[in-house]
C-alpha cells in the first residue's frame, strides 16, 4: 500500500476509534499498541496521532503520556460560542451574489438533501449526518468570504463533533433539523438578520441540549454568562 495511503487509513481508524468511544475520554494512547494492532510500524501511528492532536482530539502531558481529549462543559460553551459569533459574522458579511447560482450555495443546498434523507432512513446514521452538517455550516461561513474565517471554523470541527458523540447527542438532534431548511429559506429571500438570529439560535439549544446531556445544571446562565476563571490548559485534561 501506497504509505500516504497508510497514513490516512491509520488516521481515520483511530479518529473514528475516538469518535465512536471505543477509545475513551481520558484514555491512554499507545503508538506502540496501535502499531501491533495495525501489525504495521509505529511511524504512521505517530503520524496520526500528531494530527489528531492538532485537531484536539488527543492531547500531550509531558513525562506523563498521550491521551484522548476529555470534553467538559465550558468547552462546549466555548466551541458553540465561536462557532456562534463566526456564523453570524459571516452573514453579516455575505456576498449576496452567491445566493442562488454558486458553487457554494449549490454546497448548502446539497448538504440540505442529504441531511434529509438521513434523518428519513430507518437506520439513522448520526456520523453521516453530521458530515453533510458540517458541510451546511461550512457553507454558511464561506458565504463571507473570508479564508481566514472559514480555515479557523474548519478546525473546531472536531471538537464540536467529539462532544456530541460523546454525550448522545445523536438521539436528540430531530427537532433542530427543520432550522436548515428555514435558514435557506431565509436567505434566499434575502432576510439576512432573520438567518442570522435563526443560527444563533440553532447553536444555543445544541449547546443547551449537551450542556444537559452533561448534567449541568442552570443551562441558561451558562450559556449565556460562560465561566471564563478556567485555564485553557485544562481543556483537554
Known amino acids: 500500500m501506497d504509505i500516504r495511503n497508510l497514513k490516512e487509513q491509520v488516521y481515520d481508524e483511530i479518529r ?3 469518535l465512536s468511544g471505543r477509545l475513551a475520554q481520558g484514555q491512554r494512547v499507545s503508538a506502540t499498541d496501535l502499531a501491533k494492532r495495525f501489525n ?3 511511524q504512521p501511528v505517530r ?3 500528531i494530527r489528531l492532536t492538532e485537531e ?3 492531547y500531550v502531558r509531558p513525562r506523563r503520556g498521550t491521551f484522548v481529549t476529555t470534553i467538559n462543559p465550558d468547552r462546549v460553551v466555548e466551541l458553540n460560542s465561536a462557532r456562534e459569533m463566526i ?3 459571516s452573514l453579516n458579511h455575505i456576498n449576496l451574489s452567491l445566493i442562488g447560482g454558486s458553487s457554494t450555495w449549490n454546497m448548502l443546498t446539497l448538504a440540505l438533501t442529504e441531511m434529509d434523507r438521513v434523518v428519513s432512513q430507518n ?3 448520526y456520523l453521516e449526518y453530521n458530515r453533510w452538517d458540517y458541510q451546511f455550516h461550512l457553507g454558511l461561513v464561506m458565504l463571507g468570504q473570508n479564508n481566514t474565517i472559514t480555515a479557523i471554523y474548519q478546525k473546531l470541527h472536531p471538537h464540536s463533533l467529539y462532544s456530541m458523540v460523546m454525550y448522545q447527542y445523536a438521539s436528540t438532534m430531530h427537532g433542530n ?3 436548515h431548511a428555514e435558514i435557506i429559506e431565509y436567505l434566499r429571500n434575502r432576510q439576512i438578520e432573520e438567518a442570522q438570529h435563526l443560527c444563533i439560535r440553532h447553536i444555543q439549544q445544541a449547546t443547551a441540549k449537551l450542556l444537559e446531556l452533561m448534567g ?3 443551562v441558561e446562565d451558562r450559556i449565556h454568562r460562560p465561566d471564563t476563571g478556567y485555564s485553557p490548559a485544562e481543556n483537554f485534561e
Do not use: K
Request: net charge negative; no cysteine; aromatic share 8%.
Open 16 to 18: 473514528l476509534d475516538i
Open 40 to 42: 504495521i510500524s509505529s
Open 47 to 49: 503520524d496520526a496521532i
Open 56 to 58: 484536539g482530539l488527543i
Open 87 to 89: 456564523e453570524t459574522f
Open 123 to 125: 437506520r439513522y446514521d
Open 177 to 179: 433539523h427543520q432550522d
Open 216 to 218: 449541568v445544571e442552570h
